[in-house]
């Protein structure tokens, strides 16, 4: 089987522009759940979502957002950018009790 | 509130044995796992084990959980310079009703192997 893709890889934003990222989960897997990683943060659960509804969310503001789609395939959206949101998005999709990351989205924002 | 913690670097010697550690502290997660983060990469699953196991072997793999002292570790046997890396503990969190589309992650361990 194929594994999680995201798309892009890397991205250069500049404040106040807003971005979305793809991702594809792993054929048969219904759970997508989103991540970012700081380096001062660490790594931090934005959302999950399963068979197209948002079933958890983190501690993230409204400018951060997510769909998903009746293939599961996700996207996130962040609006109004700020520099504190250059980081590694990385999207997971889950079977059972694993969640298979992606290889990442690297945001950068001037 | 759920919360992960790991030493931050860890230096062994090719051929040693590496232990990472990690407490955690929600006794509720059911599963605990361990994640390998290489330079520039997503992070790969390395194992995980069910809370209502002790030991879980995985080739060079060893994982022990400790429920009363909410301590996990990673034992590496014969650790290589292809091991270095960052290690990341992760726990699934009870108030999520411990939903496995949900983890918590420690900071990481970065171990760096040396010849």
């Known amino acids: 089987k194929a594994g999680v893709t995201q798309t892009p890889r890397y ?6 522009q807003q971005v979305t990222l793809s991702c594809s989960p792993i054929s048969g897997h ?21 068979s197209e ?7 993230f503001p409204g ?5 998903q ?15 504190g949101d250059s980081a590694l998005y990385l999207c997971a999709s889950s079977s059972a009790e694993t969640q298979y990351f ?6 950068l924002v001037l | 509130g759920e919360d992960v913690e790991q030493s931050l670097f ?10 990472i550690n990690c407490t955690y502290t929600d006794s509720s997660s059911t599963y605990l796992y361990w994640y390998k983060q290489e330079p520039g990469a997503g992070l790969q699953l390395l194992t995980y084990i069910f809370s209502n196991m002790d030991m879980k072997q995985d080739q060079r793999l060893t994982v022990l959980l400790n429920k009363k002292d909410k301590h996990l570790s990673l034992r590496i046997a014969d650790t290589q310079t292809g091991d270095s890396a960052i290690y990341f503990c992760a726990e699934t969190p009870a108030p999520y009703g411990g ?9 990481g361990t970065k171990l760096s192997v040396k010849p």
């Open chain 1, 11 to 16: 991205l250069i934003k500049t404040r106040g």
């Open chain 1, 30 to 50: 219904r759970s997508v759940s989103w991540y970012q990683q700081t380096p001062g943060q660490g790594l931090q659960f934005l959302f999950e979502y399963f």
């Open chain 1, 53 to 59: 509804t948002q079933r958890n969310k983190g501690n």
């Open chain 1, 63 to 67: 400018r951060f957002s997510g769909r």
């Open chain 1, 69 to 83: 789609f009746s293939n599961s395939r996700s996207e996130m959206n962040v609006s109004t950018l700020e520099l």
């Open chain 1, 102 to 107: 992606g290889p990442g989205t690297r945001l």
């Open chain 2, 10 to 19: 860890l230096s062994v010697r090719e051929g040693d044995s590496s232990v």
């Open chain 2, 99 to 107: 939903s496995q589309g949900i983890l918590i992650f420690g900071k």
